[in-house]
């Protein structure tokens, strides 16, 4: 048995290896950081899109920790920083949907007590 000779490259294990590459990038790709806290908002009909500039937000995750402006934060430091902040200026709450109820509560009671009055809660639609 005499093999046969090929005057030409055969490319498709070369775009075999390509197509795994590229696959390992587009799916590695989603896991950059944005320097965003993920949550899962609650939805809401009457949600409105706001302008959002250097405004306070407070972040408060699934399994209830807290952040103001991405930095890891206690209910206590959240207060002292709270009460160091201008009453006027405007304060956006992202709260998960998964969060206890009763921290929400907290955070939202702290600025009321404050005579805080620019609160958004931030939703999805």
Not at 59 to 84: G, R
């Amino acid at each position: 048995m005499k093999l046969q000779k090929f005057n030409s490259i055969n490319v498709i294990p070369f775009i075999d290896v390509l197509l795994v590459l590229l696959a390992i990038v587009l799916l590695t790709s989603t896991f950059i950081a944005k320097g965003d806290i993920p949550v899962s908002l609650a939805s809401a009909q009457s949600a409105q899109t706001l302008k959002q500039t250097q405004e306070t937000t407070i972040v408060i995750k699934e399994d209830n920790t807290m952040y103001l402006n991405a930095m890891h934060i206690s209910l206590e430091a959240l207060e002292v920083k709270i009460k160091a902040l201008d009453r006027v200026s405007h304060i956006y709450i992202k709260c998960d949907k998964k969060a206890e109820f009763e921290s929400f509560v907290k955070v939202l009671d702290m600025l009321k007590t404050n005579e805080f009055e620019n609160i958004s809660i931030i939703t999805k639609k």
